[in-house]
């Protein structure tokens, strides 16, 4: 595991508080789940989205805040945030409802317990969808962090000019038939019953059980992922904005909402590089420069009073040029300007660096896993496809009820439908 240094033991601490604080919110739900539903809550919001890993979920909230609308995480894998939502919706005037609620599994393993039909009465609920053999091949390159460089399975922590940037940005690891191995640099196939048994939660039919409960009077309605598209994508915000009475998006804000957010670079990016009085002598405290994905950068121009400085640092041919931005607080920018020194030193650094992203984003991409290798994979275990192939027979029964059209547009499910024919028949 990573090595606890004074630089990093404020991440660390702050990181066992977070965790801690988690834990305990975790148990008392479970061990007093009445205490949750004992009232309804305020409806000032507009809809509540039910997501699930590899789903899209990442990018329809990322439009939806470009719409104008907050997110209020009422449940998380286990951990319940009934108290605090209620407190927030609470406090906002109804006239002024500018929230959307969200419902999140993960884990296969993970359920939703209590009966949060009773106190979302009266709800839109938005649940989204993926052909679920496009899941299963989205979870096995989706990887994890590289536990041998986080402070407690949690924090990257930031790097300093000393370290070369192709072993900084060594971030991900992937599973294998037992799980996470700190050797797994590329994605593997035989990781899916691992995947399927501990990480991808198909419980569509499981989790809306409450929902249905006609006194309720909750509207259930799916979005499939293929409708998030770069190409598609604004009009089905359009159409969502209609259906759930909240701001269309702008027209200027198109290209946004062609990015594809789950990208390439994801999971390599944001990097934190700290500059010292050590590295230059005529700084007086440390600076950090943060490098993010260039399409948030108006965010965190907003958000961190930040500018993006890549201009003054890389040439216009380096790689990935287009994709990424150099953020740092604005005085600071006008401190790094002022120095030839720090300048070109930075400009040395970040020419490796964009080499280096530009290697990891390409080793990444050329070890994919396809969704023909997750069928073949599955042709060659028939107990893992008799065993999935039950699961989704049950889960996907109110999908097939209510949205036969989206079902019959997953192709690589109906392949593994036919896969399957000779076992069930």
């Known amino acids: 595991m990573f090595k606890i240094t004074p630089k990093n033991a404020l991440l660390y601490l702050k990181f066992q508080i977070k965790r801690t604080k988690a834990t305990l919110r ?3 739900f479970k061990l007093f789940p009445s205490s949750y539903f004992n009232e309804s809550l305020p409806h000032h919001y507009k809809f509540i989205v039910f997501g699930r890993a590899v789903s899209g979920k990442h990018a329809l909230f990322r439009f939806l805040s470009l719409c104008g609308l907050k997110q209020l995480t009422l449940y998380n894998d286990d951990i319940c945030f009934f108290n605090e939502v209620k407190k927030t919706l609470k406090e906002s005037p109804k006239t002024q409802e500018n929230y959307f609620l969200t419902l999140i599994i993960h884990r296969s393993y993970r359920s939703i317990e209590g009966d949060f039909g009773r106190v979302i009465r009266n709800a839109d609920i938005l649940i989204l969808l993926r052909d679920p053999i496009s899941r299963c091949k989205g979870m096995l390159n989706h990887g994890t962090p590289n536990r041998s460089k986080l402070i407690r399975g949690s924090y990257f922590p930031p790097q ?26 590329a994605p593997n196939v035989e990781g899916l019953s691992y995947v399927l048994r501990r990480e991808l939660n198909f419980t569509y039919y499981s989790s809306i059980l409450s929902f249905l409960n006609p006194q309720y009077n909750i509207k259930i309605h799916y979005l499939d992922i293929k409708e998030l598209m770069p190409k598609g994508a604004f009009e089905t915000m359009q159409n969502l904005s209609e259906q759930f009475n909240f701001a269309p998006p702008k027209e200027e804000d198109r290209d946004k909402f062609e990015q594809v957010i789950w990208n390439k670079i994801k ?16 700084l007086k ?21 930040s500018i993006d400085i890549k201009s003054f640092l890389l040439e216009h041919t380096a790689p990935l040029y287009a994709d990424i931005a150099i953020m740092v607080k604005d005085a600071d920018a006008k401190l790094i300007k002022e120095s030839q020194n720090i300048i070109k030193r930075l400009k040395e650094y970040f020419a490796e660096f964009t080499q280096a992203l530009k290697y990891w984003v390409d080793f990444k991409e050329q070890n994919q896993i396809t969704e023909e290798q997750v069928l073949a994979y599955f042709k060659e275990n028939k107990a893992l496809r008799v065993k999935f192939k039950k699961m989704l027979d049950k889960e996907l029964i109110h999908i097939k009820q209510t949205r036969p059209d989206i079902v019959e547009s997953w192709k690589y499910y109906k392949e593994f439908e036919r896969i399957c024919e000779e076992d069930f028949n």
């Not at 072993?167 to 037992?178: N, W």
């Open 26 to 28: 975790k148990w008392h």
């Open 267 to 282: 999971g390599h990016l944001p990097f934190e590089l700290i500059i010292t009085p050590k590295d230059f002598a005529e």
């Open 285 to 305: 405290e440390n600076i950090k420069i943060t490098i993010i994905e260039s399409h948030y950068t108006q965010d965190y121009e907003r958000e961190q009073n």
């Open 160 to 185: 300093y000019l000393n370290t070369p940037p192709h072993t900084a940005l060594d971030r991900k690891r992937y599973k294998h038939k037992r799980g996470y191995s700190n050797k797994a640099v």
